[in-house]
Nanobody, 121 residues
Framework: QVQLVESGGGLVETGGSLRLSCVIS????????MAWYRQAPGKQRELVAELNSDSSTNYAESVKGRFTITGDPAKTTGNLQMNSLKPEDTGVYYC???????????????WGQGTQVTASS
């Protein structure tokens, strides 16, 4: 079994910071990419930040300059540092990863359970 477990969510005031963590466990052969998504109630889930297989990164325009995605060399642990939080950043944040399970050829995408982030005005 593969698990992605997020932690670090919580309630902060506007302008505050949070650091989210994602830990991937299981019989993992390789993690190709890791990403963070968020979803506000009644809204579509959106990509916030991604860490690609070549270690390049991509961010949603709305978080550029405020959020930073990092990961260990194997991408089995990752973080999303969120600074200067705004009310519109509020939502459930999900870790996702494209990975291969040991003994299985195809890469698959896996979701974490999500962690709530609330930035109050």
């Amino acid at each position: 079994q593969v698990q992605l477990v997020e932690s670090g969510g919580g309630l902060v005031e506007t302008g505050g910071s949070l650091r989210l963590s994602c830990v991937i466990s299981g019989s993992i052969f390789s993690v190709e990419a890791m990403a963070w998504y968020r979803q506000a109630p009644g809204k579509q889930r959106e990509l916030v930040a991604e860490l690609n297989s070549d270690s390049s990164t991509n961010y949603a325009e709305s978080v550029k300059g405020r959020f930073t995605i990092t990961g260990d060399p194997a991408k089995t642990t990752g973080n999303l540092q969120m600074n200067s939080l705004k009310p519109e950043d509020t939502g459930v944040y999900y870790c996702g990863a494209t990975l291969k399970v040991t003994g299985a050829s195809p890469s698959m995408f896996y979701w974490g359970q999500g962690t709530q982030v609330t930035a109050s005005s």
